[in-house]
């Protein structure tokens, strides 16, 4: 894996590939349980999604009454080590990623909507970010309740804090910076790998995800990827 030797090397960092540490099936048992959909869920009306619409914001309900949560999804539930959390209440993620294990992502998933959502009068999804120091992340859409369905995916790069005066000056990380994620850009992926002739289906969103992995796609390495502790702060979800 020559571009994340390389990507890692210029971090300073070492590759821990093939290294085995131990598995916490309790840890893959609470986090992969909290994405079971409710059995009355798709039955009602799905909610209409406007320009504008807030589909979230740290410690305040949507302006759609739409009940969810964000909650760690790591590659745990793939046998690895990694993990991360999410305060919703602050929007604050934040984790340690490791290639233990084969292993070398982590990710936030929605909980399951109340309703779902429909998307047909939108462009896209705008997301409102601090932090992420220069990293590649992807956001994902789900339009399917099955659990390694399609992710229709959108990679996009943070800034990264510019100098070494940074540490004493935190202003550049409080810096808000706005990522549209087009609908019309993403790509259909299953464990990073694209997935050709699919269709998206905008008006019947059911979930929502942003990851931080060392995969990009179809066997190429996230250039912009590094081991250790990462942090995101989402500050705002909305339609745009």
């Not at 510019?162 to 409080?174: A, H, N, R, T």
């Amino acid at each position: 894996m020559p571009e994340l030797a390389k990507s890692n090397k210029n971090r300073g960092e070492k590759s821990n590939t093939g290294k085995r540490e131990p598995w916490d099936p309790i840890r893959f048992i609470q986090q992969s349980s909290k994405f079971i959909p409710k059995p009355s869920f798709g039955r009602s009306d799905s909610t209409v999604v406007r320009p504008g619409d807030i589909i979230w914001k740290p410690g305040v309900s949507s302006s759609l009454n739409n009940n969810f949560r964000w909650a760690p999804l790591d590659d745990v539930v793939m046998g690895g080590v990694s993990s991360s959390m999410i305060d919703n209440e602050t929007g604050s993620w934040k984790g340690t990623v490791s290639e233990s294990n084969n292993g070398g992502f982590v990710g936030i998933r929605t909980t399951p909507f109340s309703n779902t959502l429909n998307f047909e009068q939108c462009t896209g999804i705008r997301l409102r970010l601090r932090g992420g120091d220069g990293r590649t992340f992807k956001a994902i859409v789900r339009d399917s309740t099955d659990f390694n369905g399609i992710c229709w995916t959108t990679s996009f790069d943070m800034p990264r804090v510019k100098s070494f005066f940074s540490v004493f000056d935190d202003s550049e990380i409080k810096t808000t910076t706005t990522i549209k994620i087009p609908f019309k850009n993403q790509i259909p992926t299953i464990f990073a790998k694209t997935v050709p002739g699919e269709i998206f289906n905008s008006e019947n969103i059911v979930g929502l995800q942003i990851a931080y992995s060392k995969f990009d796609y179809d066997g190429n390495m996230n250039p912009n990827f590094s081991l250790g502790e990462f942090s995101l702060q989402i500050t705002e979800v909305c339609a745009y």
